[in-house]
């Protein structure tokens, strides 16, 4: 039997990049050697087994074969005559294919070391179609890699594959899956760009998609440069996602959260981004009843740190326009830290056995708080 490290953490490495996961392909073994040798086995679906001390992971060699759409319609293939080359030409691209000997030696069947120095994305083999989250795979490394371009045979089956509706196959929680990751690395732009080239971008968000149209053009321009602004300020998944649709209608926006079945906190957090933009377009020009009625709204009171994501989000949209700064935000949370240092308690207890009159009462101390600090600031 015979271990190698591949995909990437063999493509990271020539990279020069951090690996962070090693990931093995045995040759030549059987299940049973594996556990004589003292591996753990894990995989349901696939014969994986960990390290007895390192833990990583070490998989048979196999060979794949689709017999279904989605995710699930595959069978797979394992004996010790599965070849190292058998297993890497299943796998999703050139770059991603090479495989690294216990003597340290590449090997290289598919030409991912002149794809990785001419900063290529290419797919290996016909399989690439037999798994449409590769499309997805792709973009988010496109994000990570802003330097690749795709090869055009790539653009090309992507394309075909979105057209034969395979995209449409892939279940909502692995869509997000793949989104959220690429939305966190650095060039999210680069995602969206690659997702929208194949056609892909139209089925898993039509409603962006259409900022692409003739009449919108700088629309997606925007898009792209507000998701960047978000990618370079090191913001958390729920403010980068609020970033990328605040453009959107409410409707638009739940509509995308319901089919991809993101998270209630981007969810959230994007609704409310959206729906206070043009309210946050004007925060210094607001009285302190309307501020404290913005807090109230934005249930800023209870989620402060929302409320704070909140800005950042709208703070990417006007940087992404040009804006130098955004003032907005740390009047917003100046005003909101103020009125939240009002002692409710006491407000209350002030308010003795009335209890009908300890809501207006606190709201009327939170109005004064925030006019003395804007009398005290202006
Ligand atoms: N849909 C997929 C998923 C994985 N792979 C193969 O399995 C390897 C390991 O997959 P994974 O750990 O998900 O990705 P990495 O390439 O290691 O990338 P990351 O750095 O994002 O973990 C990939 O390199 C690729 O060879 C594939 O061909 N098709």
Redo the contacts with the bound molecule.
Sequence with gaps: MKSYV????V??ALLGLPV??R?HVVVGATPEAMLAAGFRPVGKDFPVFLHPDTQEEYALARTERKTAPGYHGFVFHTAPDVTLEDDLI???LTI??MAQGEDGSIVDPYGGRRDLDARIFRHVSGAFAE?P??IL?LARFAARFPAFTVAPETASLMRTMVAEGEVDALVPERVWQELARGLMEAHPSRMLAVLRDCGALARIMPELDAFWGAAQADKSVHILRVIDTAAAASHTLAVRFAALVQGLASQAIGAVCRRLKVPNDCRDLALMTAREQATLARALALGPDDLVTLCERCDGFRKPERFLDMLLAAECDARARGAAAYPQRPYLAGALAVARAVNAGEVAAACGADKEQIPAAIRRARVAAVSAWMEGAG
């Excluded at 591949?6 to 953490?9: N, P, W």
């Design positions: 591949v995909g990437g953490a493509r990271d962070q996961d990931d299943r796998r999703d991603n294919a798994d989250v590769r795979r």
